[in-house]
């Protein structure tokens, strides 16, 4: 099975030794067992290189693997049922994984992991219990995200702030700065006002990077916020710029992105907007 496999794929091919080592390298790297499969299925780009190649089980299962022109390998996708069903892995021209996501009869399951050209994890949506985290450079983690979870952290790990849904009417909010010191505990009620200890906050919540430099400051005034207030991603960039007038937006306020780019400015005057992507292009 295995010696017919090789001389179809030889005769199909038509390519340079130097690309069919390169094609069978990459095969080799997936740990294809040819002997699991009665047939292979091969497309090819206009130049001739194998663009994809079908590993075919039996009417109801394959698997396929695409290409790049240069012979690198760019994703495998195992099908069951006529469903995507398995590990499925995407990968830079490089060679480094793109993505890696898990599939049980058409449906995500486990995590899925999103890497850049470093092989940085960016991203992970985790299909147990429907959050995503988000990733620093570092690999630390930067947000995590779910309909009952809402944390941001530091370069170094350490929370910065977290919002934990209790019930529908009830939060847990927390602030830190970056050493780990606790700068306020307390909940939140159905109508955003912020309580501590059981009644509305009078007071000021302040975090500080290690260094002493203030990553958040806000005034609070029966529970709501009141006066200006900025907040600084963990990465130092900051994140937003905004005044309340007893918890009523007022003035201009500013968001950005991660990255340090300008994501939106709206005036509450005015009614006035303006929005951006990461890269700095007008969104309507």
């Known amino acids: 099975m295995y010696t017919r496999i090789i001389i179809s794929f030889l005769l199909l091919s038509l390519f340079a030794c130097q690309k069919k080592s390169l094609i069978e390298t990459e095969l080799e790297s997936l740990a294809i067992n040819s002997e699991d499969f009665v047939k292979t299925d091969t497309t090819f780009f206009e130049n001739n290189s194998i663009e994809k190649l079908k590993f075919i089980k039996s009417n109801n299962e394959r698997i396929t693997i695409t290409f790049y022109e240069s012979g690198k390998k760019k994703s495998i996708i195992p099908v069951k049922d006529s469903q995507v069903h398995g590990e499925c892995i995407t990968w830079f021209e490089n060679s480094t994984i793109k993505w890696k996501r ?13 890497y850049d050209e470093n092989g940085n994890r960016i991203k ?18 930067r947000l995590k995200r779910s309909d009952s979870v809402y944390i941001d952290y530091y370069l170094n790990g350490q929370t910065k702030t977290s919002f934990i849904k209790l019930s529908d009417s009830l939060t ?75 918890g009523k937006e007022i003035g201009i306020r500013k968001r950005y992105y991660s990255n340090g780019q300008i994501e939106s400015v709206k005036n509450f005057s005015t009614g006035e907007s303006e929005r951006w992507d990461e890269k700095g292009n007008t969104k309507d």
């Open 172 to 246: 847990k909010v927390e602030f830190f700065s970056e050493n780990g010191k606790s700068n306020f505990k307390g909940t939140s009620d159905v109508n955003l006002i912020l309580h501590k200890n059981g009644v509305p906050f009078n007071g000021k919540i302040e975090s500080e990077f290690s260094d002493g430099e203030i990553s958040f400051t806000q005034n609070f005034i029966d529970g709501l916020p009141d006066g200006k207030s900025h907040s600084k991603y963990g990465n130092r960039n900051i994140e937003f710029e905004v005044e309340f007038k007893l």
């Open 124 to 141: 992970i949506d985790d299909f147990t219990d429907g959050s995503f985290t988000e990733f620093f450079p570092n690999d630390k983690p």
């Open 102 to 114: 898990y599939y049980e009869k058409g449906h995500s399951i486990k995590q899925s992991i999103n």
